[in-house]
């Protein structure tokens, strides 16, 4: 097997060292800035192949066609551009896709269900390409110096006819929508905010701050945002710098999503729940309150029972 992370400006997307773990160790970097990405991998990886060229499903076909490894089952991190291309790549190859992967071996693929409540297990016969979740495999490092190797991948004189999808432009991320799993900064809501409401209010502050906004399993459960907004084992594992919780208890579903953050404030009634302990900034307070007054001070002016 082998992995594709997609690469830009030297940086590898979360998730792209369990994919070589789950590959073992055999990876090809392809987009701008592929030897950099190189050293942030090579703890794990045994094998690199490097292509400095776009990430596209033509460019990647010709590459693994070149090294000699069109038999390898392909696996790419469910990150925004893993997940962008890898059914591309699939189309491209005439191959099964199994998105949203657990699990990944050449003889089986175990794919995560309804929300997480469910696996399928699959026993694919020919060469696939799958999508293996962010923050669920780990990933175990060894200390030799992976074999590096530069390929050579002419670009293309036209469109393949494989795909009729093209880059028209990329562009700048937008805290307020980005994908979670990719923000620095997150603003998290739970069972403490008081209404629906509350989350266009929450909304407006992570904006404020820069930030995105993430909520827990019951908020998303009784339908006050939508699942893409969900951290947790069953919703999107995250890594963010700074990560702020409003009424957030803690529970273990939720916190084993939280990675490693470099800083955690929460705020809650209750000064001895699971996300208040693990705090480094803990304010012991109504969390609808705190956002009232911290919506007031950074101008996000959507109140409590605004339309």
Same mark, same amino acid.
């Given at each position: ?13 979360v998730?792209?060292?369990e ?5 073992l ?11 950099t ?10 094998h690199?192949?490097?292509?400095e ?5 033509q460019v ?7 090294v ?5 089952s392909?696996i ?24 949203g ?21 699959f ?7 799958? !999508?293996?979740q %962010?923050?669920? /495999? =780990?990933?175990e490092? #060894?200390?030799d110096?992976?074999?590096? +190797?530069v *390929?050579? &991948? ?18 700048p991320?937008?805290a ?21 409401q ?5 909304q ?5 701050l ?5 909520? !827990?399993?019951v %908020?998303?459960? /009784? =339908?006050?945002?939508? #699942? ?5 084992? +069953?919703? *999107?594992? &995250? ?61 996000a ?7």
């Open positions: 097997m082998l992995a594709v992370i997609p690469v830009r400006h030297g940086v590898a997307p998730g792209s060292d994919t070589v773990c789950e590959s160790g055999n990876v090809l970097l392809v987009g701008t800035g592929t030897a990405a190189a050293t942030s991998l090579a703890h794990v990886a045994t690199i192949w490097l292509v060229s776009p990430p596209t499903a990647i076909a010709t590459a693994i066609a070149q000699g490894l069109t038999a390898d392909l790419l991190p469910a990150s925004p551009d893993g997940r962008d291309l890898a059914p591309q790549l699939a189309h491209h190859l005439q191959r099964t896709l199994f998105a992967s657990i699990a990944v071996t050449k003889d089986k693929v175990s794919v995560a269900r309804q929300g997480g409540l469910a696996i399928a297990d026993t694919p016969t020919t060469p696939f390409v799958a !999508t293996l %962010i923050g669920i /495999r =780990g990933i490092t #060894h200390g110096e992976p074999v590096i +190797t *390929v050579e &991948v002419p670009s293309p004189s036209a469109p393949s006819r494989a795909s009729s999808v093209s880059t028209v432009a990329v562009l991320p937008d307020s929508t980005m994908d979670l799993s990719e923000a620095p900064r997150i603003v998290s809501g739970g069972a403490g905010l008081d209404s629906d509350r989350f266009r209010q929450l407006s502050v992570s904006t404020a820069d930030a995105s906004m993430g909520v !827990t399993r %908020i998303t459960d /009784r =339908g006050w945002a939508e #699942h893409e907004r969900q951290i947790g084992t +069953t919703g *999107v594992i &995250v890594q963010p710098d700074l990560y702020i919780s409003f009424g957030v208890s803690g529970a273990v579903q939720h916190t084993s999503g939280l990675g490693q953050p470099e800083h955690i404030i929460s705020v809650n009634t209750d000064a001895h729940c699971p996300m208040m302990q693990m705090s480094d900034l803990a304010i012991v307070a109504d969390a609808n309150a705190v956002l009232d007054e911290l919506a007031q001070l950074l101008g002016n959507v109140k409590e029972g605004a339309s």
